[in-house]
């Protein structure tokens, strides 16, 4: 299983950056995890649009959701290759009404046709990759995952807060992708982002087998964060950078 960086950008990216968004693959079958802006364009540089198997949404803020509207269009006004078929989505349940709002409806038909809402909760699988997700702490309905395929995992934080169960959620993952908006001297309130020392943490403490930190803020210094990190978990740690790849 091959995950790529789409986007790591909290909020908004940094200078030719994108927000937050990660392309898993394995034997053929993709699955566009987050659409945060500009993740739409970087996934193109790796596939087809037309080869997504599913999209999956961790939350309705606008920086992991942006991007599902170009894809929208894309799909639905595409002359050389009109879509056939449904894209199942997974997401909260919260989120099809914010895609709807920016376009002026709320029953629209052109989601109808193109997607095919499922809740997140619940277990799925894209081609051989099982997706298991997790309840974090945001101020929003969030959604953390683990993937898994072929005797490997990797477990996405998505946007959230510590809280006690965070670590076992992320248990043995052969990647940690975990959100690292802060870096020390930073004040800001609790239960809502992370900070990079506390990724460094939740690591150690799930035995994680590598770090990557995402989702740090664009003014921060990326090498501060994965210093702070480092203080805290002892394996192999690394800042998110679009077009990385992580294999498993």
Same mark, same amino acid.
């Given at each position: 299983?091959?995950?790529?960086?789409?986007?790591?950008?909290?909020?908004?990216? @940094?200078?030719?950056?994108?927000?937050? /968004?990660?392309?898993?693959?394995?034997?053929?079958?993709?699955?566009?995890? !987050?659409? /945060?802006? $500009?993740?739409?364009? #970087?996934?193109?540089?790796?596939?087809?649009?037309?080869?997504?198997?599913?999209?999956?949404?961790?939350?309705?803020?606008?920086?992991? *959701?942006?991007?599902?509207?170009?894809?929208?269009?894309?799909?639905?006004?595409?002359? =050389?290759?009109?879509?056939?078929?449904?894209?199942?989505?997974?997401?909260?349940?919260?989120?099809?009404?914010?895609?709807?709002?920016? %376009?002026?409806?709320?029953?629209?038909?052109?989601?109808? #046709?193109?997607?095919?809402?499922?809740? *997140?909760?619940?277990?799925?699988?894209?081609?051989?990759? #099982?997706?298991?997700?997790?309840?974090?702490?945001?101020?929003?309905?969030?959604?953390?995952?683990?993937?898994?395929?072929?005797?490997?995992?990797?477990?996405?934080?998505?946007?959230?807060?510590?809280?006690?169960?965070?670590?076992?959620?992320? @248990?043995?993952?052969?990647? %940690? *992708?975990?959100?690292?908006?802060? &870096?020390?001297?930073?004040?800001?309130?609790?239960? &809502?982002?992370?900070? +990079? @020392?506390?990724?460094? =943490?939740? +690591?150690?403490?799930?035995?994680?087998?590598?770090?990557?930190?995402?989702?740090?803020?664009?003014?921060? !210094?990326?090498?501060?964060?994965? +210093?702070?990190? +480092?203080?805290?978990?002892? /394996?192999? *740690?690394?800042?998110?950078?679009? $077009?990385?790849?992580?294999?498993?």
């Amino acid at each position: 299983m091959d995950v790529t960086v789409l986007g790591c950008g909290a909020a908004y990216p @940094r200078p030719g950056g994108a927000c937050s /968004g990660f392309l898993f693959s394995s034997n053929g079958s993709h699955a566009w995890v !987050d659409a /945060g802006n $500009g993740t739409f364009s #970087r996934l193109q540089q790796h596939i087809s649009y037309h080869d997504i198997g599913a999209l999956v949404l961790t939350h309705g803020h606008a920086d992991h *959701i942006a991007d599902v509207l170009p894809f929208m269009y894309a799909l639905g006004f595409d002359p =050389q290759e009109p879509a056939t078929s449904t894209v199942p989505v997974y997401e909260p349940g919260d989120v099809a009404p914010s895609l709807k709002w920016p %376009l002026g409806g709320t029953s629209l038909e052109i989601f109808k #046709r193109l997607f095919d809402f499922h809740k *997140i909760t619940e277990p799925f699988t894209v081609g051989d990759m #099982r997706f298991e997700s997790f309840k974090t702490r945001h101020p929003a309905e969030t959604y953390g995952l683990r993937v898994s395929a072929n005797g490997g995992s990797v477990v996405y934080t998505s946007d959230t807060g510590m809280y006690p169960e965070l670590a076992d959620h992320c @248990r043995d993952a052969d990647v %940690l *992708i975990c959100e690292a908006t802060y &870096v020390d001297g930073v004040e800001a309130a609790a239960g &809502v982002h992370l900070w +990079a @020392r506390q990724a460094g =943490q939740v +690591a150690r403490d799930a035995g994680a087998k590598r770090l990557v930190l995402t989702h740090i803020w664009t003014t921060f !210094d990326t090498k501060q964060a994965v +210093a702070e990190a +480092a203080q805290e978990f002892d /394996g192999p *740690i690394e800042a998110a950078v679009e $077009g990385n790849r992580y294999t498993v």
